[in-house]
């Protein structure tokens, strides 16, 4: 699947490279991937905050927010290497190093990924798709509340099994809380994102020929489908293959295609940048001497 989406991504730079040439050199487009590569890791903060509220309030981690942050920053470009399982697997090493439960630290990566499923979800029912889909939307929507509704049930079933000392006192209204809270700063990252993608298509001089809102749809469809791609590194090739098919529906196919790798030229760096921000001082001495270990 990923080398079948690298490769006709491939084939079409190939194909379209006189024209990708001509927007790469446009004024404004340098300008507004250095703005849009820093909104964009500012964005992964919110998704470092999401999942330090699950190791606090779903997990009852003691971890400083200055910790896991580093811990979250530190590790995301891992999701480069194997594939975006890769960044998951960091966080329990290093996570396991500062102090962190084993527990806590695979429960709540699980919990992000089933929040940041259901939200992107329920945006492409929110905001209008430029293709049909062949099941109606309220079954997206039944579906999507029912998974975030039965999340705390199943998580409680398994605290009591496995004796887990961090959940076997929570209640249902903190679960329901923390999850909320979560989905809040998913969704808002899910905006800030594909308000991007649209954002440098405006930058290159090129027309969707969509609205707003739709484009946030489609960053979310892509967005979900290169995470459940197995073996793609940050979802490359699926979600480049994506966004030309969706954009191409309005928009010169050359064109669609140039907004699909600024936008992958601007989430690198911006995952550079994300990374980059945990060997700042402020992080590196918070994970050094306030990592408080909590109980496996």
């Known amino acids: 699947m990923v080398l079948t989406c690298l490769g006709l991504v491939g084939v079409q730079v190939y194909r379209y490279a006189p024209e990708l040439s001509s927007v790469l050199v446009r004024d404004g487009v340098a300008s507004t991937l250095a703005l849009a590569s820093c909104v964009y890791a500012a964005a992964l903060a919110l998704l470092a905050l999401a999942w330090h509220l699950l190791l606090r309030r779903v997990f009852g981690g003691a971890a400083s927010f200055k910790s896991t942050y580093g811990i979250y920053a530190r590790t995301s470009i891992a999701k480069y290497l194997p594939g975006n399982v890769g960044h998951v697997v960091g966080r329990q090493v290093v996570g396991k190093s500062k102090g962190l439960s084993h527990v806590a630290i695979a429960g709540s990566s699980v919990l992000e990924v089933v929040c940041l499923v259901c939200v992107a979800a329920l945006i492409c029912l929110w905001m209008e798709l430029p293709i049909a889909t062949p099941i109606p939307a309220w079954v997206y929507f039944v579906a999507s509340i029912l998974l975030l509704l039965a999340v705390p049930v199943v998580v409680m079933v398994f605290a009591r099994k496995r004796n887990v000392e961090a959940l ?72 480049e293959a994506i966004i030309i098919a969706m954009l191409g529906l309005t928009m010169k196919r050359s064109d669609a295609l140039a907004v699909a790798l600024l936008f992958r030229i601007m989430t690198t760096a911006g995952d550079v940048l994300f990374f980059g921000t945990s060997f700042l001082p402020w992080v590196r001495e918070r994970n050094q001497q306030h990592s408080t270990p909590s109980s496996s």
């Open 168 to 239: 076997i006192d929570k209640s249902f209204r903190q679960l329901y809380t923390g999850l909320g809270l979560v989905s809040l700063l998913d969704l808002l990252f899910f905006l800030v994102t594909g308000s991007l993608l649209y954002l440098i298509s405006l930058g290159a001089g090129l027309d969707t020929g969509m609205s707003l809102f739709s484009v946030v749809a489609v960053y979310a469809v892509s967005w979900f489908l290169g995470l459940i791609t197995p073996g793609a590194p940050a979802g490359a090739g699926v979600r």
